[in-house]
Antibody
Framework: QVQLKESGPGLVQPSQTLSLTCTVSGFSLTSYNVHWVRQPPGKGLEWMGRMRYNGDTSYNSALKSRLSISRDTSKNQVFLKMNSLQTDDTGTYYC??????WGQGVMVTVSS | DIQMTQSPHSLSASLGETVSIECLASEGISNYLAWYQQKPGKSPQLLIYYASSLQDGVPSRFSGSGSGTQYSLKISNMQPEDEGVYYCQQGYKYPYTFGAGTKLELK
């Protein structure tokens, strides 16, 4: 069945770079789009960006200068890298296949 | 970016009651509107896509309607498991944008 699972460090220092991995199973990254969505504690959802099935990417303009999404199709993984982290980047980060199937999310805290 | 204005911010409903949540887009989105339910500590769950199409496995008491810039989610016959936060989201233009959410509680 379709599964997505996010992984990465739970704690990141301010000004450092966040690296997250979304490992998928049950489908091919060359057939479906994978999106990243985040949610600050107690707040709403923010779309961050998308890895298209053909390798193209789209980003939220508010994050574009700091954000990079890539993939390794041989490992069934999609990567998120975001630099210059600040405390308001704290939250739960989700990967999702077309917003139908979602990972469980990974909580990231930005703090010294 | 397209702004999504969702209302109300919160509401409470009695068992069996019918409730509606509204979403207004800052420009036309050609029915590229999805609704999600999120429960505490859980990932969002897709309920409705393309404004009125019910996602597989979602109870038929959920329905969506609208066009242009105005959309709504209706929940008929409120059940305890319907408590949660509901979000609308436009998928017409990047960046995709979400409404601020509506918290639904059982009265």
């Amino acid at each position: 069945q379709v599964q997505l699972k996010e992984s990465g460090p739970g704690l990141v220092q301010p000004s450092q770079t966040l690296s997250l991995t979304c490992t998928v199973s049950g489908f091919s990254l060359t057939s479906y789009n994978v999106h990243w969505v985040r949610q600050p504690p107690g707040k709403g959802l923010e779309w961050m960006g998308r890895m298209r099935y053909n390798g193209d990417t789209s980003y939220n303009s508010a994050l574009k200068s700091r954000l990079s999404i890539s993939r390794d199709t041989s490992k069934n993984q999609v990567f998120l890298k975001m630099n210059s982290l600040q405390t308001d980047d704290t939250g739960t980060y989700y990967c999702t296949r077309e917003t139908v199937y979602w990972g469980q999310g990974v909580m990231v805290t930005v703090s010294s | 970016d397209i702004q999504m204005t969702q209302s109300p911010h919160s509401l409470s409903a009695s068992l069996g009651e019918t409730v509606s949540i509204e979403c207004l887009a800052s420009e036309g989105i050609s029915n590229y509107l999805a609704w999600y339910q999120q429960k505490p500590g859980k990932s969002p769950q897709l309920l409705i896509y393309y404004a009125s199409s019910l996602q597989d496995g979602v109870p038929s008491r959920f329905s969506g309607s609208g066009s242009g810039t105005q959309y709504s989610l209706k929940i008929s016959n409120m059940q305890p498991e319907d408590e949660g936060v509901y979000y609308c989201q436009q998928g017409y233009k990047y960046p995709y944008t979400f409404g601020a959410g509506t918290k639904l509680e059982l009265k």
